[in-house]
């Protein structure tokens, strides 16, 4: 693999990090809409064949499909794995709007970086640091409140 180099660029990561902020906001009112004419799972699909497509072009104009091949069955299967788990939460998150509010859905989906690191910890074995177990302990003493 290639050394990439990054240059530090604090106005362009914060306009990024507003924009994530703003777009993921306006997703389940978006959703909402949606939901009126087409049910979660098309809209899912809908939206990871886009995404699917957006990044085969992007790799194969970078000639990074290559790397595609170096993958052993393991994975392989994880990436399959991880693959299948974030299908099931975008349905699911979808699906929910049909019960529960736009206000509320976003308020659970929080919860999936929690979920992601815990995973982390035991699918890859990835060790946290001390300011991250006490973020967990944090985290975990406010759920409770």
């Given amino acids: 693999m290639q050394n990439i180099k990054f240059q530090s660029n604090t106005t362009t990561g914060i306009l990024l990090a507003v924009l994530t902020a703003f ?7 978006a959703l909402v809409y949606c939901l009126v004419y087409l049910d979660g799972v098309t809209i899912t699909w809908f939206r990871f064949t886009v995404a699917a497509v957006v990044c085969f072009i992007w790799q194969l104009h970078k000639d990074r499909l290559k790397e595609f091949s ?30 529960i509010s736009p206000v509320a859905t976003t308020i659970f989906s929080q919860a999936t970086p929690f979920f992601l690191c815990i995973g982390g910890v035991i699918v890859f074995k990835e060790r946290l640091n001390l300011v991250q177990v006490l973020s967990f302990i944090v985290l975990l003493s406010l759920i409770h409140i």
Avoid: C, Q, R
Avoid at 23 to 29: A, D, E, N, S, V
Avoid at 75 to 92: H, K, N, Q, R
């Fill in 23 to 29: 777009l993921w906001g306006t997703i389940p009112l």
């Fill in 70 to 99: 170096h993958l052993n069955l393991k994975e392989w299967s994880i990436l399959i794995l991880a693959g299948i788990f974030l299908i099931v939460d975008y349905v699911a998150y979808t699906m929910a709007l049909n019960y």
